[in-house]
């Protein structure tokens, strides 16, 4: 089977019955390419029951392998719409990564390959692995509510090399500088300037290494980048914290960032 197959006649017949019976749009009434202003669809056959991994950022209940609608499973609807929200199952949260690993085992040859496809589209999308009853096949489809499908395909045929082949088009990670790798001190819910200057003076006390205190968007006045908030972290009691804790070792840093 192609990588990816979008011919009617490669996917299952319609009508399927909508898998979350409490929402019709979950049912596929067919399967045409849909290309409007604010609403895309493209669906794609795949290997019945094949290894799925990806359509992140997500703690999926069926584990690494996503759910594809076989061996008992119900499929799978991934929205990809980035927001801070904690630990979520089954749901978006923090990162948007519509790429997927796909891993296929042939039993003739006794062999395994891999390849990957890569949507590189920010725009807010549901994505559903399902295979319906009786259907001989899998499938993926793409719901998006605007942009372009930028495809991109990665033919592997290794896993690694699946990676490697993403990471050439969406770029590398950056060296980390060597700071990075020393100890670190973050949370969410420092209140004020002053919760930073006790927590290092205990730290201290303590004889805990410390050598970067971070913030988080408490930080900021009215969550707005590129800011501190005057009355929890007013500039000039910031600006003598930081001076404070050059001072302690030049190997100290204050780092305020946005988890």
Request: glycine share 10%; with cysteine; net charge negative.
């Amino acid at each position: 089977m192609p990588l990816f197959d979008t011919r009617t006649s490669s996917l299952p017949p319609t009508p399927i019955p909508p898998f979350n019976g409490s929402d019709p749009s979950t049912a596929f009434d067919g399967f045409p390419l849909v290309f409007e202003d604010q609403y895309l669809q493209v669906a794609s056959a795949l290997p019945y029951g094949t290894n799925i991994y990806g359509l992140g950022e997500v703690i999926a209940s069926s584990g690494f392998r996503r759910d594809i609608g076989t061996d008992g499973g119900v499929g799978t609807i991934q929205t990809h719409w980035a927001r801070d929200v904690a630990d979520p199952i089954d749901q978006n949260m923090y990162g948007s990564h519509p790429v997927y690993v796909e891993h296929r085992y042939n039993a003739t040859t006794g062999k395994a390959s891999a390849s990957g496809v890569l949507l590189l589209s920010s725009a807010g999308s549901d994505i559903f692995l399902q295979t319906p009853p009786n259907s001989k096949v899998s499938l993926i489809e793409y719901r998006l509510i605007g942009g372009i499908m930028d495809f991109y395909f990665f033919s592997g045929p290794s896993d690694a090399e699946v990676i490697a082949q993403y990471g050439s088009v969406i770029g590398y990670p950056m060296w980390q500088p060597a700071w990075g790798f020393g100890f670190h001190l973050c949370r969410w819910g420092y209140h004020n300037i002053s919760d930073d200057i006790e927590n290092v003076a205990q730290m201290r006390a303590a004889g805990i290494p410390l050598e970067v205190q971070w913030n988080d968007i408490d930080l900021y006045h009215a969550y707005r980048d590129f800011t501190t908030d005057p009355v929890s972290f007013p500039g000039n009691e910031l600006r003598a914290f930081i001076r404070e804790l050059v001072s302690i070792s030049p190997r100290r840093f204050a780092q305020f960032s946005l988890q």
